[in-house]
């Protein structure tokens, strides 16, 4: 069974501190990974992807990606309290770069206080 | 409107009912997905159609019935659901199977389910 694993939080977060959110999965042979927030009783909306080891920044957003150790991180900068949603990561199974074969994680709940 | 949209945004119907959730993609794409999301669980797959082919049916119950009459529109007939089908039902399209780059899918902003 792949599996994507997310702790569930709620993740509390000062304004302005860095926002650190961890994935886990399980299938070795992924090679895609993504970051999707979702706020409350909207749809998910793809943030990050990464394909590579190592860093991927976009403006206060960097994602990791170690796969060696099979864990993929999303950090927030600055965090904002617009920031404040569930972010849900994603993964392409199997090495496969299909949609059909993405599975994704339950989603973390960040809530950034003022 | 833009991007994927879906009707109703809530629905809530009997067990003996028969209802339909309706998908609609204005992005040109060819491939449309059916998920189902309930809480704390991870997003589930049920359905995917590519260029209005199913092309993957994920173990769902007969009690979902999904059409694409054409790459615009996707369906989900619902018919003697069960209260545990209850969930947030997104609908999702992208302009292939194949996600390259950050080319991936599009989620409309999902139908509410209630089963009573």
């Known amino acids: 069974q792949k599996e994507v694993e997310q702790n569930s939080g709620p993740l509390s977060v000062p304004e302005g501190a860095i926002a650190s959110l961890n994935c886990t999965y399980s299938?070795?042979?992924?090679?895609?990974f993504f970051w999707y927030r979702q706020y409350s009783g909207k749809s998910p909306e793809l943030i990050m992807f990464i394909y590579s080891n190592g860093d991927k920044e976009d403006g206060r957003f960097t994602a990791q990606l170690n796969k060696a150790s099979q864990y993929v991180s999303l950090l927030i900068r600055d965090s904002q309290p617009s920031d404040s949603a569930t972010y849900l990561c994603a993964v392409n199974s199997g090495g496969y770069s299909s949609a059909s074969k993405i599975i994704f994680g339950s989603g973390t709940r960040l809530s950034i206080r003022p | 409107e833009t991007g994927v949209t879906q009707t109703p945004r809530h629905l809530v119907m009997g067990m003996t009912n028969k209802k339909s959730l309706k998908c609609e993609q204005h992005?040109?794409?060819?491939?449309m997905y059916w998920y189902k999301q309930s809480a704390k669980k991870p997003l589930e797959l049920m359905f995917v159609y590519n260029f209005k082919e199913q092309t993957e049916n994920n173990s769902v119950p007969s009690r979902f019935s999904p059409e694409c009459p054409n790459s615009s529109h996707l369906f989900l007939h619902l018919h003697t659901l069960q209260p545990e089908d209850s969930a947030l039902y997104l609908c999702?399209?992208?302009?292939?199977?194949?996600?390259?780059?950050?080319?991936?899918?599009?989620f409309g902003p999902g139908t509410r389910l209630t089963v009573l």
């Open positions: 999702a399209s992208s302009q292939d199977l194949e996600v390259i780059g950050g080319d991936t899918q599009y």
């Open positions: 992005l040109g794409h060819n491939a």
């Open positions: 299938d070795r042979g992924s090679q895609s």
